[in-house]
């Protein structure tokens, strides 16, 4: 009972909890249910791995929501063809992007993560400015330029050069409208749809190979690739989860 002022007044009260008080317990901000301060360490350890693949499965997980959503600005904005469809977003964000992501939670530590110094709560959170410019401004930028490299190279392998695609959705989506491309050829509403839907999956599988690196690029944050290996078998069975889902989405009957 006597210990309960000391532990409210120290910066980290900390009881024992088989042999403390229940009052003791009560007041303290930390109990050792072994009674041993090498936990101390060991909690420290774990909460500091906890906190790291947090930051990696949120950092993956944001990534990709540039290259979907910049498909519907630039539809929108420059009046193309639709790059991504809806049900293709669906498929990264509750299908090929799941298991990657959960697997970054088994993660082991990397080498002298109880070397750093303490986290400054004011400002490192666990989502910051610095993981919102990397997960949107940079990485997520190439995942989109991948998209869209995809999208204008099956356009324009079909006929439809880039400067042919500006403004031209609302004649691409009028179903009794014949569109002509860049070769003089005419296009039916059937085939410019299936045009589309090829198009459509042309972007979907850029993202899932470009978060193919993303997945490594988010497995570490201090060490190298080198330095901490491939050892996350749940890591290595998202990849291929991920592949083996992209392929049969994109060549399953409709």
């Known amino acids: 009972v006597n210990d309960a002022p000391a532990l409210r007044k120290a910066n980290i009260g900390i009881a024992m909890g088989i042999t403390g008080s229940d009052v003791s317990k009560q007041a303290a901000d930390m109990i050792l249910m072994d009674d041993n301060f090498a936990s101390i360490v060991t909690g420290v350890e774990e909460g500091r791995l906890i906190f790291d693949n947090l930051k990696k499965s949120i950092a993956y ?143 979907f599988v850029s993202i899932v190979i470009v978060q193919w690196a993303d997945l490594i690029i988010c497995k570490t944050r201090m060490n190298s690739l080198f330095q901490q290996g491939m050892k996350n078998y749940y890591l290595i069975f998202g990849l291929i989860t991920e592949t083996c889902l992209a392929i049969f989405l994109a060549f399953c009957p409709e």
């Open 61 to 203: 997980t944001l990534t990709s929501n540039i290259p979907e959503i910049s498909p519907f600005i630039l539809f929108i904005i420059a009046n193309i063809p639709l790059p991504l469809g809806t049900i293709t977003i669906l498929c990264i964000d509750l299908g090929t992007d799941l298991v990657p992501a959960i697997s970054l939670a088994y993660e082991k530590a990397e080498s002298k993560i109880m070397e750093r110094s303490p986290r400054d709560p004011k400002r490192d959170k666990l989502v910051n400015s610095r993981l919102i410019s990397t997960a949107y401004g940079q990485i997520g930028m190439l995942q989109a330029l991948a998209g869209f490299f995809t999208y204008f190279v099956i356009m324009g392998e079909n006929g439809f050069l880039p400067n042919t695609l500006l403004g031209m959705r609302r004649d691409w989506d009028d179903s009794s409208a014949y569109v002509r491309d860049s070769y003089g050829q005419d296009w039916s509403y059937a085939t410019r749809k299936q045009l589309e839907y090829t198009c459509h999956t042309g972007f």
